[in-house]
């Protein structure tokens, strides 16, 4: 699987972004997919994931509530609409791909779980 991440820019306070994920291959129903990001001088961090066939969401704490991931298998992508944009929000997102279902969520949480990254698209939210 291949993941081309899409939809990166300089936005505002307060504004909205929406990031896509493009993969190849015709097993992308088969995969969870998550989004990560890395801030400049931190470690990746989870954002948000979705099961394979989309019944199920998680979602970092810092990001619920202004951060929606979603999917359309059809298309073979996967989305993160981000509102409510703030500047700690501000750093490179990857997408990536999980071929097993977990059933406790906090698996999603793990990077080492992802068989399959994306490169980054940058997210710069000014003040």
């Known amino acids: 699987v291949q993941l081309q991440a899409s939809g990166g820019g300089l936005v505002q306070t307060g504004g909205s972004l929406r990031l896509s994920c493009a993969a190849s291959?015709?097993?992308?129903?088969?995969?969870?997919m998550g989004w990560f990001r890395q801030a400049p001088g931190k470690e990746r961090e989870f954002v948000a994931a979705?099961?394979?066939?989309?019944?199920?969401?998680y979602y970092a704490d810092s990001v619920k509530g202004r951060f929606t991931i979603s999917r359309d298998n059809a298309k073979n992508t996967v989305y993160l609409q981000m509102n409510s944009l703030k500047p700690e929000d501000t750093a490179v997102y990857y997408c990536?791909?999980?071929?097993?279902?977990?059933?406790?969520?906090?698996?999603?949480?793990?990077?080492?779980?992802?068989?399959?990254w994306g490169q980054g698209t940058q997210v710069t939210v000014s003040s």
């Open positions: 291959g015709r097993t992308f129903s088969s995969y969870g």
């Open positions: 990536a791909a999980v071929g097993r279902t977990y059933y406790s969520g906090s698996s999603y949480y793990q990077e080492t779980v992802y068989d399959y």
């Open positions: 979705i099961t394979s066939s989309g019944g199920r969401t």
